[in-house]
Nanobody, 117 residues
Framework: QVQLVESGGGLVQPGGSLRLSCAVS????????MGWYRQAPAKQLELVANITTGGVSANYVDSVKGRFTISRDNAKKMVYLQMNSLKPEDTGVYYC??????????WGQGTQVTVSS
């Protein structure tokens, strides 16, 4: 059974940075595109960043382009999301899962990101 454990969230002021981490157990990740999803208050779950299997290519939702960077370490079965220049609208619970807007695994507990002064 695949388990996803997200970490690294917290309370940060606008303009600040956070680095989220996702540890995957129970499966290799090298064969899957991976993604970070965001559940913002009163909004639908949204794929904000996606990275290809080898990590060569990534794409982002327009609202985070130029501020967020997704990366992966297949050997360690880790996925990361570097978030810079954070805005209040980035607030939400962040989850990792397989990418391409096709989450295959049971969701982890997520990590809460709150951007507020």
């Amino acid at each position: 059974q695949v388990q996803l454990v997200e970490s690294g969230g917290g309370l940060v002021q606008p303009g600040g940075s956070l680095r989220l981490s996702c540890a995957v157990s129970g499966s290799f990740i090298s064969m899957y595109p991976m993604g970070w999803y965001r559940q913002a208050p009163a909004k639908q779950l949204e794929l904000v960043a996606n990275i290809t299997t080898g990590g060569v290519s990534a794409n982002y939702v327009d609202s985070v382009k130029g501020r967020f960077t997704i990366s992966r370490d297949n050997a360690k079965k880790m996925v990361y999301l570097q978030m810079n220049s954070l805005k209040p609208e980035d607030t939400g619970v962040y989850y990792c899962n397989t990418g391409g807007n096709r989450p295959l695994w049971a969701w982890g507990q997520g990590t809460q990101v709150t951007v507020s002064s």
